[in-house]
């Protein structure tokens, strides 16, 4: 076969460079014959597009024919030409075609209409499917989004470390690091593991989030953001949670509480404007195979005002609500955390647009959010969207050292080891907060996805951690 440069299959279906001789490699999506014509629609992944190739019956042999079955792969020489056929500008016209990787019958994608918990025991062959295709490309578009977004507008990507001896999150959801050996564990005479002989003489775990390390960015650098793996062990079965995440977490000195909330939706709905504007075939299919109402979603959302609510009038909505007869499952009150239902009723049924709720009550938050002057309530922020519930949480941070210190002892969390964060509120304090995303999360709302494992390529949950 005559050795010609390969040519991308999104840029073979935009050239019109018609009569020239391309080559084009990729996978077989189907192979359809008439008489005279075989159809075989290759995609290479460059795009959920596929170029149709017409092979002549007379030209090639038949064995070759009956090699090019679904999952097949091909490399194709031919002649660019204008389709006649609707739907496409150009077809390839084969003169030369060589089978790359044969595909037997028993290939697992076969199938059109395969479940998603089908395609996840097969998540090595997935991602050769048009939904998985489209989801990973709008994942890696969003990628670049959030480091666009940041450079633009004067945020340095900081890089926080993954393995980490703080524990200030909640010590039970956090995976141990450890090249101890876990046969002979040497323990002192309380019964308490030692950790002197391991790796880094302490306890160690993955981060569960960059946030206080960012701290210690923003009050020098003033704006940075991570975008990094995180970890939690919560044992949570959800489609909105994963062992193995990914996070990011914009840290900024001298912003305020509404500095902060603007930041949060002019950064979300850049992300999302950015899928509209770079995703677009990717987009319109997902919108017709799985959420008819995507693309209204995605523009509606771009287009409106995020409702900014304070927590004590998200509870008020709440309880006219159950007075009016709506029955949640967990009861409402001042003082409680809200679940899933609550986010929803005020996000889907309530505004049915995104709500920032701000000014929790501070004892349902974690000891760093800034204390207001009622001293009950906390800077908090968390954006919650249709369809999604929590997708952003940040807050203001207590900047003062005393008020900061008094939290720290009041929740009883051991900080001796994190005498370096208290260190920035000793020397040059100064007011600051920031947020972390989930960018899980993110892509759910932005592909509309149901579940959390099919848009991360290998999810790792509870019990799984195949591939
Ligand atoms: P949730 O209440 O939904 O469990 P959280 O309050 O524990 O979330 P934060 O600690 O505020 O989450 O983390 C910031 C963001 O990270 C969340 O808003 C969410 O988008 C994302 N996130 C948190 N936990 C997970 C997880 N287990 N899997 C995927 N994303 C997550
Ligand atoms: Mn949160």
Not at 195 to 220: H, I, N, P, R
Not at 333 to 356: C, N, Q, T
Not at 378 to 384: F, I, K, S, W
Request: net charge negative; glycine share 8%; hydrophobic share 35%.
């Amino acid at each position: 076969m005559e050795t010609i440069k390969r040519t991308k299959v999104i840029d073979i279906l935009q050239s019109e460079a018609y009569d020239t001789i391309v080559n084009v490699k990729g996978w077989v999506r189907t192979h359809r014959d008439s008489k005279a014509v075989h159809f075989i629609a290759i995609n290479d992944g460059s795009t959920i597009k596929n170029v149709q190739v017409v092979a002549d019956t007379d030209r090639f042999n038949a064995d070759l024919f009956k090699q090019i079955t679904t999952g097949a792969c091909l490399s194709v020489n031919g002649k660019l030409t204008k389709s006649p056929g609707a739907g496409q500008a150009s077809e390839i016209q084969a003169t030369e075609i060589e089978v790359l990787g044969t595909c037997p019958s028993d290939y697992p994608m076969q199938k059109k209409g395969q479940t998603f918990e089908y395609m996840r025991q097969h998540a090595h062959l997935r991602l050769r499917t048009n939904t998985f295709g489209a989801v990973f490309r709008i994942r890696h578009n969003m990628a670049i989004a959030i480091h666009k977004y940041f450079h633009e507008h004067g945020f340095f990507y900081f890089h926080t470390p993954i393995i980490t001896a703080s524990d200030c999150e909640g010590a039970g959801e956090m995976f141990q690091v450890t090249t101890k050996n876990l046969y002979d564990l040497k323990k002192d005479e309380n019964g308490k593991i030692d950790y002197s002989d391991d790796f880094f003489g302490k306890m160690t775990s993955l981060t569960v989030s960059g946030q206080l390390e960012g701290e210690l960015a923003a009050t020098a650098l003033g704006s940075i953001y991570s975008f990094g793996p995180t970890f939690r062990a919560e044992n949570s079965n959800t489609p909105r949670h994963l062992a193995e995440f990914w996070m990011i977490e914009p840290e900024v000195a001298f912003i305020d509480l509404n500095g902060l909330m603007d930041l949060e939706e002019d950064f979300i709905k850049y992300c999302i404007r950015w899928a509209l504007d770079n995703c677009k075939d990717d987009l319109e299919f997902l919108n017709k195979m799985i959420d008819k109402s995507l693309l209204e979603r995605l523009n509606s959302v771009v287009a409106e005002d995020f409702v900014r609510l304070p927590y004590t009038e998200g509870i008020r909505i709440l309880e006219e609500a159950v007075n009016n007869g709506h029955k949640f499952e967990f009861p409402v009150s001042w003082g409680m955390d809200l679940a899933s239902e609550h986010e929803r009723y005020l996000v889907e049924h309530h505004f049915k647009k995104p709500v920032i709720m701000t000014d929790y009550p501070k004892e349902i938050k974690a000891f760093y959010m800034k204390l207001n002057e009622d001293g009950k309530t906390v800077q908090g922020t968390d954006v919650l969207f249709p369809q999604i519930g929590e997708i952003i949480g940040g807050s203001v941070r207590e900047e003062d050292y005393n008020k900061l210190q008094e939290q720290i002892e009041v929740r009883d969390i051991p900080m001796k080891d994190m005498w370096w964060y208290l260190d920035t509120r000793k020397f040059g304090s100064c007011p600051h907060g920031g947020f972390g995303l989930g960018f899980e999360r993110l892509i759910l709302f932005v592909t509309g996805m149901q579940n959390i494992r099919d848009v991360i390529p290998f999810p790792r949950t509870p019990k799984t951690a195949e591939f």
